[in-house]
């Protein structure tokens, strides 16, 4: 599922590629991909319009138009939304085309079709229903340890759940999360309520180290993410932890094997050896 830096990623390669170019046409081959709108309204407000920026919050796109018109993309899990050239024969599951300007096309691909593309007017982005529930985003200046610290103080919760709520936090998923957990050495069954204010600091290094490193390296692809560009990121080659389930810790001197285990349906990748419980426990309390 792309998070944040694969996000990211589409981001700047669709500012590079995107914008400037004017719609010429859109065509909706499944309607199942939008949301709060129509293929009729979208293939009838977008063509003329010229694209004038590519942002992102969290793990959504936004794509400014100069009609006044915002389009929103989240990718899902399966979602990808790049550039290609109009002699290019389209793949299967390719649920929106844009023809651009200059000879090229912008593509909506989805296999799963669990994304969504939602189109708004520019003055109400905080009223659209892909945006109402976003919270910080994990990259924004907002995002500080004392910030971090407030969000877990006195909750109960599973950390590695807390850190995947996108309405406190956003931008991070569960490959991510694993990273930065081991980046911090904090084990992943920890508790909020055991995050001191000097954890909160070592996480949030953490998490921002993890997400920089991943959008300079354009991303994870495991399975269906591509780039702007079409193209796979190079990230899953540095990962320390995630779907390394019985290969040996990379840390130099540990001689631990990464572990897999199951929560809240999701699959937790780890290093007993360096996020150990009892360890975990002296270091934050």
């Not at 920026?53 to 989240?74: D, P, W």
Request: hydrophobic letters at 40%.
């Amino acid at each position: 599922m792309p998070e944040l830096p694969e996000v990211e990623t589409v981001a700047r390669d669709l500012t590079e590629h995107l914008v400037g170019r004017t719609v010429e046409s859109v065509s909706v081959y499944h309607e199942g991909v939008l949301l709060e709108t129509s293929g009729e309204e979208l293939e009838r407000s977008l063509p003329g319009s010229r694209v004038l920026e590519v942002g992102r919050r969290g793990k959504n796109l936004i794509i400014s138009l100069e009609n006044s018109f915002v389009m929103l993309v989240n990718l899902g899990m399966t979602g990808q939304l790049f550039v290609c050239g109009r002699d290019e024969v389209l793949a299967e599951h390719s649920h929106m085309v844009a023809e651009l300007s200059d000879g090229r096309r912008l593509v909506y691909r989805d296999v799963r079709r669990f994304g969504r593309i939602e189109l708004i007017a520019e003055d109400s982005p905080e009223d659209s229903v892909t945006l109402r529930n976003v919270g910080v985003d994990a990259m924004s200046a907002e995002f500080t340890a004392a910030y971090l610290a407030e969000v877990l103080r006195g909750r109960t919760a599973v950390l590695k759940n807390a850190l995947l709520d996108q309405s406190r936090l956003a931008g991070l998923g569960n490959i991510y999360v694993c990273e930065t957990l081991y980046r911090a050495g904090i084990d992943p069954e920890a508790r909020c309520c055991d995050v001191t204010e000097a954890a909160a600091r070592r996480l949030r290094e953490a998490i921002r180290k993890v997400l920089v490193e991943a959008i300079a390296a354009e991303g994870t692809t495991i399975s269906d993410y591509v780039t702007g560009r079409g193209v796979p990121g190079g990230f899953q080659e540095r990962l320390a932890v995630y779907g390394r389930e019985g290969e040996v810790c990379r840390r130099q001197g540990c001689e631990h094997t990464i572990v897999r285990i199951v929560q809240s349906n999701r699959s937790t990748f780890y290093c007993p050896g360096c996020q150990r419980a009892d360890a975990n426990r002296s270091d934050l309390s």
